[in-house]
């Protein structure tokens, strides 16, 4: 009670500084137990079995080293690096032994968080425009339509690095390389997926990005000049990063809920008939996934084969996409300009 009475008082003479303290109180609950969820799983996720209703399920931590793209595509036959597309199944099918569609109380949080640091984000941001004015909105929604477009944008870099480089055993992001690359063998397994088992991952990187924004406001000064606004667009494009995940989700539905059909009809976030003409063997066109408005541009610049042509003279690492010696040559055959 003492804490409560002292937090409220604090909240009376610096409401700013109280609230970024609660969000980094906050978040450095959820990352310790997103850190120590391995290890306490065993012994108390039976008692969520019990209060929930939810299966007791234990996770095990990938150890990775450096794979080497290469050696795949020396040592695999081509369609097993790009497989044909299987019929959509009725159950999902995993490529990992520890992956399932269970929504654990860990992704919960992990997602909550994310949400909770948005709206604390967001607020912050907007509490610190100067005045509301007819440019001030302007540049709100100039921020918030830029986000969506270099959100789109960087789904699609993210989503052609992991596609064809890496594999299980990389460092850091190993299991999402496996996911990505095994998505194209099982592709209708996303649907399965409840909202927060398909984006926890994405979250334990905006966490940590939403901290970063609040700390660069905090010595900044968020609230001077032109920083109120950038402050928006970050706010608005990590929030992007996450949802990109699930209207991929949606992409891949053949009876998507009757709202999101509507968007896609209206182009606004990405369609099945877009994000389909990707999972074409060997995977190496339209890797945006947000809206997919960038795809065009991006495939008819070439722009992924100059950016593999960079990769293989820098590190000798030849793509997955290369596999098809089409690809390959186009990639090398020409100087690619924007």
């Known amino acids: 009670m003492l804490l409560f009475h002292t937090y409220f008082i604090i909240i009376k003479q610096a409401p700013m500084k109280a609230s970024i303290t609660l969000c980094f109180v906050l978040a450095g609950v959820v990352v310790c137990s997103a850190w120590r969820a391995p290890v306490v799983a065993n012994t108390h996720l039976s008692l969520f079995h019990h209060a929930f209703g939810m299966p007791t399920i234990l996770t095990s931590t990938l150890t990775d080293t450096l794979s080497d ?16 597309r299987t019929p959509i199944g009725s159950a999902p099918e995993f490529m990992l032994a520890t ?11 992990l997602v909550t968080t994310h949400f909770f640091l948005f709206l604390a984000n967001l607020a912050l941001a907007i509490a610190h425009v100067p005045c509301w004015t007819v440019a001030s909105a302007i540049w709100t929604l100039f921020s918030f339509v830029l986000s969506v477009f270099i959100g789109d944008f960087a789904t699609g870099v993210f989503h052609w690095s992991v596609d064809n480089y890496g594999s299980i055993n990389t460092p850091i992001v190993g299991s999402i390389c496996a996911a990505f690359q095994g998505h194209h063998n099982t592709p209708w397994t996303i649907t399965f997926r409840p909202f927060a ?56 539905m053949k009876k998507p809920p009757v709202w999101i059909h ?10 099945r008939k877009e994000h389909g003409m990707h999972h074409v063997s060997p ?21 992924f ?11 000798g690492k030849k793509p997955l996409s290369w596999g098809d010696i089409h690809v390959e040559q186009r990639a090398l055959g020409k100087h690619i300009g924007l």
């Open 99 to 109: 992956d399932s569609t269970i929504v654990t109380p860990t992704q919960t949080l």
């Open 262 to 271: 509507y968007l896609q009809s209206l182009g606004i976030i990405l369609t």
């Open 69 to 84: 793209t290469d050696s795949l595509l020396n040592s695999q036959k081509l369609n097993q690096l790009t497989p044909k």
């Open 197 to 252: 088992n398909n984006v926890y991952k994405i979250a334990k990187s905006t966490i940590p990005a939403y901290l970063l924004c609040i700390g660069m406001g905090m010595v900044g000064g968020m609230g001077m000049g032109m920083g109120v606004y950038v402050h928006m667009f970050f706010t608005f494009f990590i929030n992007w990063w996450l949802i990109s995940q699930e209207l991929h989700k949606y992409a891949h």
């Open 283 to 303: 995977y190496d066109k339209h890797y945006c996934i947000l809206t997919g408005t960038c795809n065009s541009l991006l495939d008819r610049v070439d722009f």
């Open 305 to 315: 084969r100059y950016l593999e042509k960079m990769v293989f003279r820098v590190t």
